[in-house]
């Protein structure tokens, strides 16, 4: 490839940045869930272990 695409003239930190955010959001889109799903099921657990 050459530098000037991945210079994008001039705009390159906004443009792999904003690719980066993205990423970031869709990693914790999907990892928010499971670690909630986890929380709640050992949340389950304890309570049934005390009654």
Same mark, same amino acid.
């Not at 792999?16 to 099921?41: D, E, H, I, K, M």
């Given at each position: 490839? $050459?530098?000037?695409?991945?210079?994008? %003239?001039?705009? &390159? !930190?906004?443009? +792999?940045? %904003?690719?980066?955010? /993205?990423?970031? !959001?869709? &990693? +914790? &889109? +999907?990892l928010a869930p499971l670690?909630?799903?986890? /929380? =709640? =099921? $050992? &949340?389950?657990?304890? /309570? /049934?272990? $005390?009654?």
């Amino acid at each position: 490839m $050459d530098t000037h695409f991945w210079q994008m %003239s001039g705009y &390159a !930190v906004y443009v +792999w940045g %904003s690719f980066g955010v /993205a990423a970031l !959001v869709f &990693a +914790w &889109a +999907w990892l928010a869930p499971l670690r909630r799903r986890r /929380a =709640l =099921l $050992d &949340a389950i657990r304890e /309570a /049934a272990e $005390d009654a």
